[in-house]
């Protein structure tokens, strides 16, 4: 679970669509997350997906995991402005009171352009 | 506001001197991790806490760093004798041992700069 990686950029068009990938490389891992990182603010967990499912939606954002390919995907739809932030894609170990540590990747820097 | 405080927000430090970070994580949560983030990095783990017991250290985590949570309350990460390697953003985060997913809530970080 130490190995997690992620595009650096993304630009987009408010209005359009944005993915936003991640590729891991441990096949134990339980839970994927995606977080949000503005400037000078904490990181915020955006959602997560358990290893057994396929795909979470969850109001403009949906998760796409592939977990024979070991991919994870981030789309937010009708990306707007304030979505322009570092988006990180974490992994995590164990389950239930076992899990601990999250792994994280580099990040993905999300603009948004009017 | 997440709940999770972290004190200082910014520590400016020369070379060699020792410094000490502080940590509240919101109040019902019984872990607590410490992360670093450098430039253009994602957050590394550095340790975490299960009440007052250390559960895990990273190998990040060289012998002059020490941290603590004597209540299983608040905790300190203390670095001794610091290098200018040491720059970095040092965060908090917290989470319920029994919550389902491991949703950790993270700090605002302090940043420390080693000059």
């Known amino acids: 679970g130490e190995d997690v990686e992620q595009s650096l950029f993304l630009s987009v068009r408010e209005g359009d669509s944005s993915v936003i990938n991640c590729t891991y490389t441990?096949?134990?891992?339980?839970?994927l997350y995606w977080y949000k990182q503005e400037p000078g603010a904490g990181l915020q967990l955006l959602t997560y997906?358990?290893?057994?499912?396929d795909m979470k939606q969850d109001q403009r954002l949906t998760v796409l995991l592939n977990k024979k390919d070991k991919h994870l995907s981030l789309r937010i739809a009708d990306t707007q402005t304030g979505d322009s932030a570092i988006y990180f894609c974490?992994?995590?170990?164990?389950?239930?009171?076992?899990?601990?540590?999250?792994?994280f990747g580099r990040g993905t820097q999300l603009t948004v352009w009017p | 506001d997440t709940g999770v405080s972290q004190d200082p927000r910014h520590k400016i430090t020369k070379r060699g001197q020792n410094v000490t970070f502080r940590c509240d994580p919101i109040?019902?949560?019984?872990?607590l991790y410490w992360y670093r983030q450098t430039l253009g990095q994602g957050p590394e783990f550095l340790t975490y806490?299960?009440?007052?017991?250390?559960?895990?250290k990273s190998r990040l985590l060289s012998d002059r760093f020490s941290a603590e949570r004597p209540k299983g309350s608040f905790s300190t990460l203390e670095i001794q004798r610091t290098e200018q390697g040491d720059s970095a953003m040092y965060l908090c985060?917290?989470?319920?041992?029994?919550?389902?997913?491991?949703?950790?809530?993270f700090g605002p970080g302090t940043r420390l700069t080693v000059l």
């Open positions: 974490a992994e995590s170990e164990g389950r239930g009171s076992t899990l601990g540590r999250l792994y």
């Open positions: 441990d096949s134990s891992s339980t839970y």
């Open positions: 806490f299960q009440n007052e017991a250390q559960l895990e």
């Open positions: 997906i358990f290893s057994n499912m």
């Open positions: 109040s019902e949560h019984n872990r």
């Open positions: 985060a917290s989470s319920l041992r029994e919550g389902p997913v491991n949703e950790q809530f």
